[in-house]
């Protein structure tokens, strides 16, 4: 297990990384541009009344828009951290944070996660790598990881391909699916799986269903690349063209969504990777997600000198891009929008 110390040099490198460097997948897109939300010219509608309200873990949203998780373990992730909670609690919107590992081993930087101060009422997610379960964390990790930050569930992220071309990674992801049973049998708050990039498809997705996962994130590629990021991290040539053998690799959002929602009509479904608008939101929602997640553009606002200010502004600019898109496609609601047909 590695010491708080290197965790958070990682932490601090991703950040650098993906705020600095061009780490967008490569030769793969999330799909969003190959449909169409089709145009009503009569929506019979008013736009103020447009209703995009719903709920996410027994709370009321005011957008099917998640905060995805980012950072966390690192002095300089506190304050991102604490800017996109507060916008969130502004916006009334869901937030996850980044992986907890390295408050888990050293409670010290649990600070750098705890954001309910500011952000009281919003659905907010706790998170650690799935892997860890094979690397000694168990039942009562991902329940301190929960009480850490007073979290409604907790993400198990799947991240096979950064680890794999990490200095540091972990790489043995065997039996992890009964492990995962075990924490969703356990843990008094459900369990979201997540990929970081790659994506979910319908037969993962089915088995993690079955183990007790009611909610899947599909975090499909197309967005930033965590094989591209840990290339920027590697000191040899030998890692640095591993790693970018990979800048392709996955399974586009929109493929994600689509597959996943055929197989599970019942999970809820989180559509995230490469959505960059709420032009790209109003499609996942159609396509079969529940809500869309959205990352980097937070991220970006976040380390803006306003913080919570500029990430609520950036945030807003989807809503209200989502409540266009419904009207321009005659949905006065989100059940209107689930039903829509999309064009492509």
């Not at 708080?4 to 990682?10: A, D, H, I, K, N």
């Not at 190959?34 to 009569?42: C, G, K, S, V």
Request: proline share 4%; net charge negative.
């Amino acid at each position: 297990m590695p010491d708080s110390g290197q965790t958070e040099g990682r932490k601090v490198d991703h950040i650098k990384i993906v705020l600095s460097e061009d780490v967008a997948a490569k030769g793969v897109v999330a799909g969003f541009a190959a449909y169409r939300l089709p145009h009503t010219a009569l929506p019979e509608l008013d736009l103020a009344a447009i209703d995009t309200r719903t709920t996410f873990l027994g709370k009321p949203i005011s957008a099917p828009l998640l905060i995805s998780s980012m950072t966390g373990g690192a002095s300089v992730a506190e304050k991102i951290n604490l800017a996109l909670a507060e916008a969130a609690e502004h916006l009334g919107l869901p937030m996850g944070v980044g992986s907890q590992r390295a408050a888990v081993i050293d409670p010290r930087l649990a600070s750098t996660y705890q954001v309910r101060r500011v952000a009281p009422r919003i659905p907010l997610l706790a998170n650690l790598g799935a892997v860890q379960l094979n690397y000694s964390f168990g039942v009562e990790h991902c329940r301190r990881a929960v009480e850490m930050i007073e979290a409604d569930a907790l993400i198990l992220h799947l991240n096979p391909l950064q680890e794999a071309v990490q200095p540091e990674g972990d790489t043995n992801f065997r039996g992890l699916l009964g492990k995962i049973e075990v924490v969703c049998r356990c843990l008094e708050v459900p369990v979201v799986v997540k990929e970081v990039g790659n994506g979910i498809g319908a037969g993962d997705a089915r088995r993690l269903y079955e183990c007790g996962v009611r909610v899947i994130d599909v975090a499909g590629a197309g967005g930033t690349s965590w094989s591209e990021v840990e290339r920027f991290r590697q000191n040899g040539e030998q890692g640095r063209r591993v790693a970018g053998a990979f800048a392709d690799w996955g399974l586009p959002t929109s493929e994600c969504i689509r597959e996943v929602r055929a197989a599970l009509p019942d999970a809820t479904i989180i559509g995230s990777g490469g959505v960059r608008s709420g032009v790209d939101v109003a499609k996942a929602i159609a396509l079969g997600a529940d809500l869309a997640g959205t990352a980097k553009p937070a991220l970006v606002s976040a380390i803006d000198e306003r913080g919570a200010e500029a990430v609520a502004e950036g945030l807003s600019a989807f809503i209200r891009e989502l409540r266009v898109a419904m009207f321009c496609s005659g949905c006065a609601d989100l059940k209107a929008l689930r039903a829509l047909q999309l064009v492509g």
